[in-house]
């Protein structure tokens, strides 16, 4: 089965801890992002990447970082600088850019920071 | 700044009532999506438009450019179809990105 995994799907750390949250996808996508959701707001773009070894910050990047060694795998570190970091995470891919391809999204991990 | 925007926010239905969702946007777009968040958070594309309208199976969507809006129909509506449902759109200003509505908490009850 293809898809997105995302994992945990909860997590709680304490005050001032990095957290590193998993997302992992065997559709042979190019393109990955990683989202955030607060209640009555919507989606806000976090990072993207358009190719591994490469990518960009979004709306909201501040207090986050990123890597993409593999094609398969974009991990998501919050870091003690994210001032609220207690939210729902979702990560997305798709074949290229969102213009002409539809998104696949993970089944996100809600954080709470304690 | 609001870029989209939906109405209403929160719907309720019954059972076999037939359903629309707007979404109007402010910015010439390249591509709208509408997407279908579950209560547990996982969320699914239902359709992806640049004009015109799609259909799969009770679900329509339409979009007019000139009017920069597009609705999102549900026909014989279930409570299986209770989500909340995501208007997004591709901008030249957003880089290639999708830009979100808060989207429409939409619940039918049987």
């Known amino acids: 089965d293809g898809g997105i995994t995302q994992s945990p799907k909860y997590l709680f750390r304490k005050e001032g801890q990095n957290v590193t949250l998993s997302c992992e996808q065997n559709l042979n996508h190019d393109a990955m992002y990683w989202y955030r959701q607060d209640p009555g707001q919507g989606l806000r773009l976090i990072y993207y990447?358009?190719?591994?070894?490469?990518?960009q910050k979004g709306d909201i990047a501040e207090g986050y970082s990123v890597s993409r060694e593999k094609k398969e795998s974009f991990p998501l570190t919050v870091t003690s600088a994210q001032k609220n970091p207690t939210a729902f995470y979702l990560c997305?891919?798709?074949?290229?850019?969102?213009?002409?391809?539809?998104?696949?999204f993970g089944p996100g991990t809600r954080l709470t920071v304690l | 700044k609001n870029e989209v925007e939906q109405s209403p926010q929160n719907l309720t239905a019954q059972e076999g009532e037939f359903i629309t969702i707007n979404c109007s946007y402010s910015?010439?777009?390249?591509?709208l999506h509408w997407l279908q968040q579950h209560p547990g958070g996982g969320i699914v594309s239902l359709f992806m438009?640049?004009?015109g309208k799609k259909k799969h199976g009770r679900l329509i969507a339409t979009i007019n450019i000139q009017e920069k809006h597009s609705s999102l129909h549900i026909t014989a509506s279930h409570p299986r179809d209770s989500a909340v449902y995501i208007c997004?759109?591709?901008?030249?200003?957003?880089?290639?990105?999708?830009?979100f509505g808060k989207g429409t908490k939409l619940s039918v009850k049987p």
């Open positions: 997305a891919s798709s074949i290229g850019v969102p213009s002409y391809n539809e998104q696949f």
């Open positions: 910015v010439g777009i390249s591509a």
């Open positions: 438009l640049s004009s």
């Open positions: 997004a759109v591709v901008y030249g200003g957003s880089q290639g990105n999708l830009i």
């Open positions: 990447s358009q190719i591994v070894n490469d990518f």
